[in-house]
């Protein structure tokens, strides 16, 4: 990882901007739209996460859209998934593992439909499979996000809460469990159960970090698939004490003992998960008074997030104000440090992506509460950051893996709180299978003679895989 060092410069703002910090050396710049129509809204996208250069995007009423990125100017439409073959239903959300798209299925929005996610095989992009799709019957409010970890598959089905998934059977996916959050968290007087909706979410070993809009953030351990447990919860305690009305927690990513949330037009709280029992806030970007301001005349509704850790940058999808940057490198004062677009070009962000030094940020067709009057995808560009190599924090269970001078062994040390028989798995570039073996021991030598490249390692086992790292040979 590169280590920021950014000469900050204190500039003087109308009050309007917001903007205590400048991050001049961010650079960001526009490098084309891909358009589309109000009647089929590009709700979010992402980045090929092997590198591939094509960009997914959630393209609602148009089902999956598939663009090749190689020249960014000029991005060419290369496939589409229509909903004919989604079970009609409207795709709102997407994730990658491995070269399979995870599709979220269901209108959210006016005329709400059952919740459901797809499985999409896109070995060759150009050429999408439609491997299977599940359908929740029971439900009538969409979904709104989909999480994957190993074999199974994290719904966040709105008003339907959480559905845990089993997807080791692509073409057979299998419900396993279905978790509702109670409406009686935060304690106000006479919650409105529509207002509680499992939209925003962050899976990391077997435990859903859930965005459940006006219930707050719920800590959910799926360690039994068939019973999951909710261990902690929070929600701001300004925001229902004493006005008695919580605002909308609507994403979220974890970084160790912090999680950053995005929560509409309340900025972004940095919450301490440490103890997921006992949840604190560590810092919190509430430029415009909130909650004492108004939905309806907030120029910032705080959407999905990304964070780019190596620059510790949050980027927020902003609605009207379309982007901002926050700057956490002290946790306890997070700080607004760049923005891209403005409150007043008639125009609104919904969803964002990074990917290395690539911004995308998806815009909605909207009425209330802002004016939205264009839906697409904008590419942009930036400069991350620049500095000296540090080295990366471990997780706690994980292994270190590097090629020894001969090139042809490769050595695994796994760490001390790591189980013996888990399974390793190799990838190159693309995606595809270099090697897959199990582990007997907490140190193992393997024979195997890689071409220069990129490639990418997993550790895991029956019920959780983890992504722990890459090697790059040269």
């Not at 590198?51 to 000029?74: C, R, T």
């Amino acid at each position: 990882m590169k280590k920021c060092r950014i000469i900050l410069a204190v500039l003087t703002f109308l009050a309007a901007s917001h903007l205590a910090q400048n991050c001049n050396t961010m650079n960001i710049q526009w490098r084309s739209d891909i358009s589309s129509t109000c009647n089929e809204m590009a709700m979010t996208m992402m980045h090929d996460i092997a590198g591939k250069p094509f960009l997914y995007i959630a393209n609602k009423e148009a089902g999956l859209k598939i663009y090749d990125i190689s020249i960014q100017s000029s991005p060419a439409l290369v496939a589409t998934v229509p909903i004919a073959l989604l079970g009609q239903l409207h795709v709102m959300n997407l994730t990658q593992s491995g070269n399979y798209l995870y599709l979220a299925l269901g209108n959210t929005f006016t005329n709400p439909q059952k919740a459901g996610m797809a499985i999409v095989d896109i070995s060759s992009p150009t050429s999408p499979s439609v491997m299977g799709i599940y359908v929740l019957n029971s439900s009538s409010t969409g979904a709104g996000i989909v999480k994957v970890e190993g074999n199974y598959a994290y719904l966040g089905a709105m008003q339907s809460g959480l559905i845990v998934l089993d997807i080791s059977n692509k073409s057979s996916i299998q419900q396993v469990s279905q978790f509702i959050p109670g409406i009686n968290f935060p304690p106000v007087l006479n919650p409105n159960p529509q207002l509680y909706n499992a939209r925003g979410m962050e899976v990391q070993n077997i435990i859903v970090y859930l965005c459940y809009d006006a219930g707050g953030v719920r800590i959910i351990n799926c360690n039994n698939k068939m019973a999951p447990k909710e261990t902690g919860r929070w929600c701001n305690p300004v925001m229902f004490t004493p006005l008695n009305r919580p605002k909308a927690y609507n994403n979220i990513i974890v970084d160790g003992s912090l999680a950053y949330v995005a929560v509409d037009y309340c900025g972004m709280e940095l919450l301490n998960i440490s103890d997921t029992a006992a949840i604190s806030m560590n810092g919190w970007w509430n430029p415009y008074n909130c909650p004492n301001n108004n939905w309806f005349t907030s120029p910032v509704h705080s959407n999905e997030i990304s964070y780019n850790k190596t620059c510790k940058k949050i980027f927020l999808s902003t609605g009207k104000s379309d982007m901002m940057v926050v700057d956490v490198t002290n946790p306890a004062a997070p700080d607004s440090c760049n923005f891209y677009g403005g409150s007043a070009n008639n125009l609104g962000t919904w969803g964002l992506g990074l990917f290395q030094d690539q911004i995308y940020l998806s815009y909605i067709c909207a009425a209330i509460p802002f004016t939205s009057n264009w839906t697409g995808v904008k590419i942009l560009n930036y400069s991350p950051c620049a500095g000296t190599e540090i080295p990366e924090e471990v997780p706690e269970k994980t292994c270190q893996v590097y090629l020894k001078p001969t090139r042809n062994l490769l050595h695994i040390t796994l760490k001390q709180s790591a189980t013996i028989n888990e399974t390793f798995i190799l990838r190159d570039l693309l995606g595809n299978l270099i090697l897959k073996t199990e582990l007997y021991s907490k140190q193992t030598d393997l024979e195997i003679s890689l071409s220069p490249g990129l490639y990418f390692y997993q550790l895991g086992n029956e019920t959780q895989e983890i992504l722990s790292g890459k090697i790059l040979v040269q």
